[in-house]
């Protein structure tokens, strides 16, 4: 055979296997990618999954009947209440950047609101009121306030984000 033809074979198959070689890696490399924003997606699902939970278990109906302690004052109860807001708030702090700051700006939100709603109620309630006393005042006002609904909507909101990811 001729040396001419052999190298030009061997041209051939180096750029061949060249083209072969980018195909392989442009196909990896796509692969990787989707296997990155599926894995990116899920951590955003479980962000918005944990934010819902937080959002139902600051609802002030719901915080109330877990933190309804009998004999104590309004004022202890007022404590009890919004420092397990706080803390509930705070353990889920991280889940903010894993999803929309209009999310995280409703979560805040409904903290801030439930928080201000127990300060206000018991700054109107007698100095001698129990903690029963400051909790009927709060559900009689999510009753026939809109503000005690709040929580609905900030459910609403993430729950949207989440199937948008979906």
């Known amino acids: 055979m001729d040396n001419n033809f052999l190298l030009m074979l061997l041209i051939a198959v180096v750029v061949c296997g060249f083209a072969a070689w980018l195909i392989f890696m442009q196909k990896k490399t796509k692969a990787t990618e989707q296997k990155e924003s599926r894995e990116a997606n899920l951590l955003k699902l479980q962000a918005y999954e944990r934010l819902t939970l937080l959002v139902d278990r600051i609802a002030l109906p719901n915080i109330i009947s877990r933190t309804n302690t ?3 004052s309004a004022r202890e109860m007022q404590l009890l209440l919004t420092g397990n807001i706080k803390e509930e708030f705070n353990y889920n702090i991280t889940q903010q950047i894993y999803v929309s700051a209009e ?11 439930n928080i201000l709603v127990v300060n206000q109620i018991t700054n109107v309630l007698p100095p001698d009121a129990t903690g029963l006393d400051l909790c009927k005042f709060l559900l009689e006002f999510l009753m026939n306030d809109r503000k005690g609904t709040l929580h609905e909507v900030v459910s609403e909101v993430l729950s949207f984000e989440a199937k ?3």
């Open 103 to 113: 999310a995280w700006t409703a979560v805040k939100n409904l903290k801030e609101q």
């Open 164 to 166: 948008k990811l979906m």
């Open 70 to 72: 009998p004999g104590i």
